[in-house]
C-alpha cells in the first residue's frame, strides 16, 4: 500500500469511478470493502490520516451493547451481536473473547442481571462468545482480585469482544486494495461537481502533500465522513439540514496493575445514564466512558475537567485501588456522530438511537451516518445495495459475510507484541533478521520496536511522526509520555524511509510534542 502508486493509478484512469467515496473511517473503509470486493471500482479519499478521527478512539470494544438492551432495542443488539461473530470469524487476530463481570453489591443485582445477560446470550444464538453465569463473592474476586471487596455479594460474568480499532481499520484499507481499490490519505475533497441536470458525477480534490488538485468522475459518490457528514453535506447543498448530533465520551488509560487479569469490569448504571467500563487492553487499563453532547465536531476533542473527575471517581467506586490524576498515563477522546432524532430536545446523547442512516439528497449524494464500529460490515452492505440502485451499476452480491480481513491468522497467539499484524507479522520479523538493528525495542513500558516504524512507512501509508504513533502503534494513547520520549527515534526512523532531511524529523517531533500535551493530564498541585 504505497501512496505514491495510489497517486499514480488516480492519475492513469480514464473512465469515471463506479463509486467514490469520501471519509476514511471505519464506515468509509468497510463500504470500500464491500464495493471492491463485489468487483466495483473505488476510491477512497480521506481528508486526514485514515482513522484520524472517531475510528481510533473508541472503547475498543465489538459488542452488542447491554445498554441498548435495556433501551429496548433489539434489533440493534441482535444485528450486532451478528456482526461481532461474523468479525470474530473474519479477523481473528484482530478480535477476541473478553469476559466480563457486572459486580454485585446488592441483593436484587444478581438475578435482575443475570435474567438480563441470559437474554443477551440468547439473542446471540449461534454467534455466542461465551455463556453468562453467576458468581460466588468468592469466585468474583479470584476473577477480579481489584475488585472493591466492601459489600460485595457476586457477580455476573458474560462475554463480548475486544480488538484494536485502529489496526482493524489499517487492515480494513489493505483488504479493499487487495480487492483492486484505491486508498489515498492527505487528499480532502474541496469540491462536489454537478453535471448540466444538478446530479453529482464527481468530486475535486487535492493533494495536501503537493497542493495538487485532481478533478474525478464517479457514477456515485458516498459521504462516509462520520462527524463532519454535515460539512460534506452542504458542499452539495449549503441549506442542507444538520443530521448530526456530536457526542463526546473520553478513556482514560492507567497501567495494568489496576485491574490484573484478563477480564474486565462492567458498570451498568453511573449518574450519567451510561455504562462504565473497566477494560485490560495492551498491558494496560482503560476507563470509560462518558456521553457529553457538544456544540460541533473537532479532530482533537479535549475533555472536560467533569468527565475526568466523574470516570475517575466512578471508577473508585469499583476498584480497591482508588485512581487519581497521577496515574493516568494517558487521556484519549472519541466524538460520535449520532444521528438526529425528531423531535428530541432533551439534549441527552445517551438516549440517541445508534443505529444508522441512509440519506440520498436531491443532487444525488449518498450519505451514511451513524451506526457503530461493530455494525460496519452491514452498515457497508446496505450502502452499496444504495449505490447499486443510484448509480445503475451491475447487481453483484455482498461477499463479505466469509471475507477475510487483511492479515488473517487463525491462531496470533505465539505472536506477542506483533499479534495484531496477524499474517504480516511474518513480513516484520524478516526486517528484523535483514537488519538487527530493527529489532530494537524503542521504549520499555512499551513492546513497539523499530521495524514496526519501518513498516507503517513502507506498507501502510504512515505519513508523520502522529500517524505512526497514534493509528499504525498506539503509543500516544497507551502512555504519552513514553510516546514523547520515543518520538526522536521514530521520526529519525521515518526520515530515512521517507527520504526526509533531519529539520524535517525534528519539526515532526516539535508538532507531535505539541499534540501530546492534550493527551497528559495537568498533575494536582
Not at 505514491?4 to 463506479?18: F, G, Q, V
Not at 470474530?88 to 435474567?115: C, K, M, T
Not at 455479594?153 to 479493499?176: C, E, K, P, S
Request: proline share 4%; glycine share 8%.
Amino acid at each position: 500500500m504505497n501512496r505514491n502508486e495510489m497517486l499514480a493509478a488516480i492519475r492513469e484512469r480514464k473512465e469515471p469511478w463506479d463509486i467514490i467515496i469520501i471519509g476514511g473511517g471505519a464506515t468509509g473503509a468497510g463500504v470500500a470493502v464491500d464495493a471492491a470486493s463485489r468487483g466495483f471500482s473505488v476510491l477512497l479519499l480521506e481528508r486526514e490520516d485514515f482513522g484520524k478521527g472517531t475510528s481510533s478512539r473508541s472503547t475498543k470494544l465489538v459488542h452488542g451493547g447491554v445498554r441498548y438492551l435495556e433501551q429496548g432495542n433489539v434489533s440493534l443488539v441482535m444485528e450486532a451481536l451478528k456482526e461481532r461473530g461474523i468479525l470474530r470469524q473474519n479477523a481473528p487476530h484482530l478480535v477476541h473473547d473478553l469476559p466480563f463481570v457486572v459486580p454485585n453489591y446488592s441483593w436484587w443485582e444478581a438475578p435482575f442481571y443475570g435474567i438480563g445477560l441470559k437474554i443477551y446470550d440468547l439473542l446471540a444464538g449461534k454467534y455466542g462468545f461465551g455463556r453468562s453465569r453467576l458468581l460466588s463473592r468468592e469466585d468474583t474476586l479470584a476473577t477480579l482480585p481489584n475488585l472493591r471487596e466492601d459489600g460485595l455479594r457476586g457477580g455476573v460474568v458474560y462475554h463480548d469482544g475486544q480488538f484494536d480499532d485502529a489496526r482493524l481499520l489499517i487492515h480494513l484499507i489493505r483488504t479493499a486494495v487487495d480487492h483492486g481499490a484505491v486508498a489515498l490519505n492527505y487528499a480532502p475533497v474541496i469540491e462536489l461537481r454537478k453535471g448540466e441536470e444538478g446530479f453529482i458525477d464527481g468530486v475535486i480534490a487535492e493533494d495536501r502533500e503537493t497542493g495538487e488538485r485532481i478533478n474525478l468522475s464517479a457514477k456515485v459518490v458516498v459521504n462516509a465522513t462520520g462527524i463532519f457528514t454535515d460539512e460534506v453535506r452542504r458542499m452539495a447543498d449549503a441549506s442542507a439540514a444538520e443530521m448530526v448530533t456530536p457526542s463526546q465520551g473520553i478513556h482514560l488509560v492507567l497501567d495494568r496493575s489496576f485491574l490484573r487479569g484478563d477480564t474486565a469490569i462492567m458498570v451498568p448504571h453511573t449518574s450519567d445514564g451510561r455504562v462504565m467500563f473497566a477494560i485490560p487492553w495492551h498491558e494496560h487499563t482503560v476507563l470509560g466512558t462518558t456521553d457529553t453532547p457538544i456544540e460541533k465536531p473537532s479532530y482533537e476533542p479535549l475533555p472536560f475537567a467533569e468527565e475526568i473527575e466523574f470516570v475517575l471517581e466512578t471508577a473508585g467506586e469499583y476498584l480497591s485501588r482508588r485512581p487519581t490524576r497521577e496515574d493516568v498515563l494517558s487521556v484519549y477522546v472519541g466524538i460520535r456522530p449520532l444521528v438526529k432524532a425528531a423531535g428530541s430536545d432533551s439534549g441527552k446523547t445517551s438516549a440517541l438511537s445508534r443505529d444508522h442512516t441512509i440519506h440520498i439528497d436531491t443532487s444525488g449524494l449518498l450519505t451514511i451516518v451513524g451506526g457503530k464500529w461493530t455494525t460496519y460490515r452491514h452498515m457497508a452492505e446496505d450502502t452499496v445495495n444504495h449505490c447499486i440502485t443510484l448509480g445503475n451499476l451491475a447487481d453483484n452480491p455482498c461477499v463479505t459475510r466469509e471475507l477475510h480481513i487483511h492479515g488473517y491468522l487463525q491462531d496470533s497467539s505465539t505472536l506477542g507484541g506483533l499479534a495484531v499484524y496477524g499474517a504480516d507479522a511474518e513480513d516484520i520479523r524478516a526486517l528484523v533478521q535483514k537488519d538487527s538493528s530493527l529489532g530494537k525495542q524503542l521504549h520499555p513500558a512499551l513492546p513497539m520496536i523499530a521495524a514496526e516504524v519501518v513498516w507503517a512507512v513502507r506498507e501502510e501509508m504512515a505519513r508523520n511522526l502522529e500517524d505512526v504513533l497514534s493509528r499504525r502503534n498506539r503509543a500516544l494513547l497507551l502512555n504519552a509520555h513514553a510516546a514523547v520520549e520515543m518520538a526522536p527515534e521514530v521520526a529519525r526512523l521515518m526520515a530515512a524511509e521517507l527520504d526526509k532531511p533531519a529539520s524535517w524529523a525534528q519539526e515532526q517531533v516539535d508538532s507531535f510534542n505539541e499534540l501530546a500535551r492534550q493527551y497528559r493530564l495537568k498533575k494536582t498541585a
